[in-house]
């Protein structure tokens, strides 16, 4: 009787290791690997003339633009304000938007190769519609131009 119940347990302990095995690399696939995309980041203040970052490579795996921009807040300095067509960048790199009507602004254009996109400064959407995708190019601009 103990030599048929041993088994039983064998099984038993395969099937709960493979259960727990199957759930942690399910998380991990849900998660998405960090650093799965490779983005170029370029922070121009034209209203100075200064490139205030310059072709900078960020590995994230960050969904949207806006989600990039808040998981890297600190070293950006990003601001924000929430409109309701999405977060409009109010602030980046310690240069802040104070005149809402007149500008300076920040706007930026957004040029993804492997989506086939390529939106000039002033055409792209707000923040949270734009998706990620490896080799994507971002060009901040601070300016008096609307587009």
């Keep these: 009787m103990k030599k048929s119940i041993l ?4 099984i038993a302990i395969i099937a709960i290791l493979v ?3 199957i759930v942690f690399a399910s998380r991990n696939l849900i998660k998405g690997q960090k650093g799965e995309k490779t983005i170029t980041i370029t922070i121009e203040n034209q209203i ?11 590995e994230t795996d960050s969904k949207t633009l806006a989600d990039f921009l ?7 300095k990003v601001t924000f304000e929430q409109t309701k067509w999405g977060p409009f960048i109010t602030g980046l790199m310690g240069v802040d938007s104070t005149n809402m009507d007149k500008g300076p602004w920040w706007m930026y254009s957004y040029d993804s190769p492997s989506q086939n996109l390529n939106l000039k400064v002033g055409a792209a959407p ?13 060009e901040f601009v601070f300016t008096n131009n609307a587009g």
């Design 126 to 138: 707000a923040a949270d519609k734009i998706n990620l995708a490896n080799g994507d190019k971002i």
């Design 48 to 58: 100075d003339h200064k490139y205030l970052m310059k072709d900078k490579k960020f």
């Design 7 to 10: 088994p039983k347990i064998i």
């Design 70 to 76: 808040k998981a890297n807040q600190k070293d950006l």
């Design 19 to 21: 259960v727990i095995g």
